[in-house]
């Protein structure tokens, strides 16, 4: 099945600083690559998602890139607040989604 | 609240017990997903529906699982015989369309075997 590998497994920041998450895979024909968003004991939350036919794409704070060439791509929040604390997923596309380890995010006031 | 439900939330039970747990997608959605999460990894495939029909189920949902979806409506998974191993977040999502569409997850059926 698909490989994805996400980057770091543990990010703190300072409340206001950006965070940056990253991810490879290995399927070029994959082309859809959502990023999840998940609290405590909570299901996974989309948070935004991008397609092969896009390089880029914002909403407010949150903003994805993706690279298709290289394969990889990468989840950017900026001016964090605490409440971004959580652990973020990214994913890929098959017939199901395949995510990587995930990513745990801390922004301390 | 339109979103996607699961019960129960928690589940504890003895080894060797079997277990349902249900899953409620959003009424639209034609395509139900189930996934496993243990601690510290990101939710992993089991199967899929398309309407009533399961169409992919994944080398990790062995002859002890049983997923159904009647109708195309609410879906549930059994597990027969439950193992120390089984202990997870059983996780639920619905879509519509066919693939690449965003998948929306409930809060998960947390299991735990004693």
């Known amino acids: 099945g698909e490989n994805v590998e996400q980057h770091p497994s543990t990010l703190s920041v300072q409340e206001g600083d950006s965070a940056v998450i990253k991810c490879t895979y290995s399927?070029?024909?994959?082309?859809?690559f959502p990023w999840y968003k998940q609290e405590l004991g909570k299901g996974p939350q989309l948070i935004i998602d991008?397609?092969?036919?896009?390089g880029e794409k914002k909403d407010q704070r949150i903003a994805v890139t993706l690279n298709k060439t290289a394969k990889h791509f990468s989840l950017h929040i900026t001016e964090t607040q605490p409440e971004d604390s959580a652990v973020y997923f990214c994913?890929?596309?098959?017939?199901?989604?395949?995510f990587g380890k995930g990513t745990s995010l801390l922004v301390t006031p | 609240d339109t979103g996607v439900s699961q019960n129960p939330r928690h589940k504890i039970t003895k080894r060797g017990q079997n277990v349902t747990f249900r899953c409620d997608p959003i009424?639209?959605?034609?395509?139900l997903y189930w996934y496993r999460q243990t601690l510290g990894q990101g939710p992993e495939f089991l199967t899929y529906?398309?309407?009533?029909?399961?169409?992919?189920k994944s080398r990790l949902l062995s002859d002890r699982f049983s997923a159904e979806r009647p109708k195309g409506s609410f879906s549930t998974l059994e597990i027969q015989r439950t193992e120390q191993g089984d202990s997870a977040m059983y996780l639920c999502?619905?879509?519509?369309?066919?693939?690449?569409?965003?998948?929306?997850f409930g809060d998960g059926t947390r299991l735990s075997i004693l």
């Open positions: 009424s639209e959605h034609n395509r």
């Open positions: 529906f398309q309407n009533e029909a399961q169409l992919e």
């Open positions: 991008i397609r092969s036919n896009v």
């Open positions: 999502a619905s879509s519509w369309g066919e693939r690449n569409q965003p998948q929306h």
């Open positions: 399927d070029s024909a994959s082309n859809y």
């Open positions: 994913a890929v596309s098959g017939y199901a989604l395949n």
